[in-house]
């Protein structure tokens, strides 16, 4: 994990926030932000996860928000309310960004390490669990990234079946790979480390290969 945010991917305007939130209710910053604000710095990203364990917790926090900038000194506006999932728009230091509030009833598989900065992030376990759950459940560019560098990094997407598993009972290495195949690799998103989509295609097509017939232990 690096030492401080990569601020060409996390604003300090948004690290106020985040920070503002968790002073008001427990949860973690995830997602892209986390992954490459904290721990790769291969990428920027455009919006941020905050993952609340309680749902209450996560409603009322969705109440603070207007509470919550102003103390940032930001301005947030609500784009989407389904319940379970809360888009905003947050405003500041001439930039904008989307802000998600999520009720994540699934328990950390790990705790997360000690804040940084202030801000209490999710387990890079948890983060490579999740970025495998993503090539189930949408299809964009960035996710295939992201498992592109966490592969370089060394943590090859296919000896993480096992954690990915205890995120989602689905997963199943034949039904990645049948994805994996027609899974797009432009555009991409904008990169802090150099990447080609023929680089990510070629890494793409020998992931499904190793996934096909495997299984996860």
Same mark, same amino acid.
């Given at each position: 994990? /690096?030492?401080?945010?990569?601020?060409?991917?996390? @604003? &300090?305007?948004?690290?106020?926030?985040?920070? *503002?939130? !968790?002073?008001?209710?427990?949860?973690?910053?995830?997602?892209? @932000? *986390?992954?490459?604000? @904290?721990?790769?710095?291969?990428?920027?990203?455009?919006?941020?996860?905050?993952?609340? =364990? %309680?749902?209450?917790?996560?409603?009322? #926090?969705?109440? #603070?928000?207007?509470?919550?900038? *102003?103390?940032?000194?930001?301005?947030?506006?609500?784009? /989407? %309310?389904?319940? =379970?999932?809360?888009?905003?728009?947050?405003?500041?230091?001439?930039?904008?960004?989307?802000? %998600?509030?999520?009720?994540?009833?699934?328990?950390?598989? *790990?705790?997360?390490?000690?804040?940084? +900065?202030?801000?209490?992030?999710?387990?890079?376990?948890?983060?490579?669990?999740?970025?495998?759950?993503?090539?189930?459940? /949408?299809? +964009?560019?960035? &996710?295939?990234?992201?498992?592109? $560098? #966490?592969?370089?990094?060394? $943590?090859?997407?296919?000896? %993480?079946?096992?954690? @990915?598993?205890?995120?989602?009972?689905?997963? &199943?290495?034949?039904?990645?790979?049948?994805?994996?195949? !027609? $899974?797009?690799?432009?555009?991409?998103?904008?990169?802090?480390?150099?990447?080609?989509?023929? !680089?990510?295609?070629?890494?793409?097509?020998?992931?499904?290969?190793?996934?096909?017939?495997?299984?996860?232990?």
């Amino acid at each position: 994990m /690096r030492k401080t945010f990569d601020r060409r991917v996390v @604003a &300090d305007f948004v690290l106020d926030f985040v920070r *503002a939130c !968790q002073r008001r209710v427990p949860c973690h910053l995830g997602g892209g @932000a *986390a992954l490459a604000g @904290a721990y790769l710095g291969h990428r920027t990203t455009g919006d941020i996860d905050l993952f609340v =364990h %309680d749902a209450e917790e996560m409603r009322a #926090l969705v109440g #603070l928000l207007p509470g919550v900038a *102003a103390e940032a000194g930001v301005e947030v506006t609500l784009l /989407r %309310d389904v319940g =379970h999932l809360v888009r905003a728009q947050l405003e500041g230091a001439g930039s904008s960004i989307e802000v %998600d509030v999520v009720h994540e009833p699934i328990a950390d598989l *790990a705790a997360p390490p000690p804040p940084l +900065e202030g801000i209490v992030i999710e387990s890079l376990t948890d983060l490579r669990a999740s970025k495998l759950t993503c090539i189930l459940s /949408r299809s +964009e560019p960035r &996710d295939l990234v992201d498992l592109y $560098f #966490l592969d370089k990094a060394g $943590f090859p997407p296919e000896h %993480d079946l096992g954690i @990915a598993l205890r995120k989602d009972a689905g997963i &199943d290495p034949g039904v990645l790979a049948w994805l994996l195949a !027609q $899974f797009p690799t432009r555009p991409l998103p904008v990169m802090l480390e150099p990447l080609t989509s023929e !680089q990510l295609e070629t890494f793409r097509e020998a992931l499904a290969e190793k996934l096909r017939g495997g299984s996860v232990e």
